[in-house]
């Protein structure tokens, strides 16, 4: 954790405000957040144990981590049902959705020079 007045906290949050690159990247920087994006991309809702049984290898504290950080990003919305045994779905919001065509053109860079 970075201090909120830290130097090195203020230099990130002006770069991102002023370059969309950077923005995008502290967005989708995490080890499993474009696979959990393309994952819902293709599901449209999954129940957070599909999401777990799909990420192989990932840790319960990291996907639970990694979720919450796109649902405050605004990406994922988070469906809580109230029943018993609790059901929670998650799928993308319009935001997260708008980022399909630049998900693809990785997928498609990444097959060609991998």
């Known amino acids: 954790m970075r201090k909120s007045c830290s130097t090195n906290t203020i230099n990130k949050k ?19 957040k474009l696979n959990i994006l393309a994952f819902l991309l293709s599901e449209k809702t999954l129940r957070y144990s599909e999401l777990k049984n799909l990420l192989v290898g990932i840790s319960e504290r990291m996907l639970i981590t990694q979720l919450k950080e796109l649902q405050v990003d605004g990406l994922v919305n988070r469906i809580s049902y109230p029943e018993v045994p609790p059901r929670v779905e998650y799928e993308l919001t319009d935001k997260g959705k708008s980022l399909e065509h630049i998900l693809i053109e990785m997928a498609k860079w990444g097959s060609t020079h991998k």
């Open 14 to 32: 002006q770069i991102e405000e002023n370059c969309g690159i950077a923005y995008t990247n502290s967005i989708l920087s995490g080890r499993w």
